[in-house]
């Protein structure tokens, strides 16, 4: 399982589906967010998908740029509502170009991963269709109980992880699947793949709430307390509300109700608040709990044990990420 090899692949094949058709004002953008990079951890997990049940992962290289695409469309408008200035370290699609602008290039974005589909046969499409339009409404879902919680007080870890199941860690699960489809694995075997996924996508999200506080800015890519400045309900918060002595539980409760207008005292204040209640070291335990509940999702699988190794070897890599 060589991860570099099926990345350059696929960086290979995105290079070949460039977009210079007109209007540029709306296929530039897509290009734009499109180049900036990332991990490319999803195609690359429709790619490992397909070759375990099939032993081959070129087959799947449209399915891949789909989740691909629809992942940076959904990045361009979380943007526009998080009002971020910085995405992988360069500028914001909004800030780059104009909100209206981003917002229908991501439309745009969306109907193309649609359309990457079509590449398959009847049955391949219909099923990659179904579990692609089921995933991106509870994308949506994930996304409005994400805002919804900017303004609610009574947010509990539950609720919390239900939010970045749906947000997150779906669309992490879906790409693993839909390799399994287009392999033509039996639904049972893409079940347990996909469950790898979800509860790895739990974990992945866990550390990218851990890092967005304590990352290092040079290799984070995003503004490095973004999370605090947008008085998101993360895991960390949470859990320091819980158990926080009297005193940090009301700063945290007046910090992230607006009454604090200086962000860089507001960081360093919330991250001292969290160091100083072991907030890291409990964001670790949960997430090795997720990881390794990802981990029992790989004994169901009807491949050799090199294989589940690799699988086995990506989720520990991915959580092993600092930046």
Same mark, same amino acid.
């Given at each position: ?25 709306l ?5 734009y ?8 951890? $999803?195609p690359?997990?429709t ?12 087959e ?11 992942h ?10 998080d009002?971020?200035?910085?995405r $992988?370290?360069?500028?914001t ?5 104009d909100?209206?602008t ?9 109907i193309l ?38 303004? $609610?007080n ?40 996909y469950?790898?996924g ?18 290092d800015p040079?290799?984070?890519g ?12 993360t ?39 969290f ?36 699988? $086995? ?11």
């Amino acid at each position: 399982m060589d991860i570099l090899s099926y990345q350059s692949d696929f960086i290979a094949y995105l290079e070949s589906h460039k977009f210079s058709r007109e209007p540029k004002n709306l296929y530039e953008p897509i290009d734009y967010i499109l180049q900036l990079g990332g991990k490319r951890i $999803r195609p690359v997990l429709t790619l490992i998908a397909a070759d375990i049940f099939s032993g081959n992962y070129k087959e799947a290289l449209p399915a891949a740029l789909a989740v691909e695409v629809f992942h940076n469309f959904t990045l361009v408008h979380d943007d526009i509502m998080d009002d971020a200035p910085l995405r $992988r370290g360069n500028e914001t699609v909004h800030e780059k170009w104009d909100i209206n602008t981003a917002i229908l290039s991501g439309d745009a974005m969306l109907i193309l991963a649609y359309q990457y589909f079509e590449n398959y046969e009847p049955t391949v499409f219909q099923k990659l269709a179904q579990l692609f339009s089921k995933t991106a409404l509870e994308v949506c879902d994930g996304q409005q109980l994400d805002v919804d919680f900017e303004t $609610r007080n009574d947010v509990t870890i539950d609720e919390y992880i239900k939010m970045i199941t749906l947000k997150t860690s779906v669309l992490v699960a879906a790409a693993l699947k839909m390799g399994a489809i287009v392999a033509k694995a039996n639904e049972d075997q893409a079940q347990h793949l996909y469950n790898y996924g979800l509860n790895l996508g739990i974990a992945f999200q866990l550390q990218d709430d851990y890092l967005d506080t304590f990352g290092d800015p040079e290799s984070f890519g995003k503004q490095v307390g973004g999370d605090i400045i947008e008085n998101k309900k993360t895991y960390l918060y949470l859990k320091a509300l819980e158990v926080s002595n009297p005193n940090d539980k009301e700063s945290l409760l007046n910090l992230y109700n607006g009454q604090e207008k200086n962000n860089t005292e507001k960081i360093t204040t919330v991250s001292t608040i969290f160091r100083n209640n072991n907030i890291p070291e409990e964001t670790f335990k949960l997430i090795e709990y997720y990881t390794n509940k990802a981990f029992e999702n790989l004994k169901h699988l009807n491949i050799n044990e090199q294989q589940k190794e690799g699988l $086995r070897m990506f989720g520990e890599n991915l959580m092993s990420r600092k930046v």
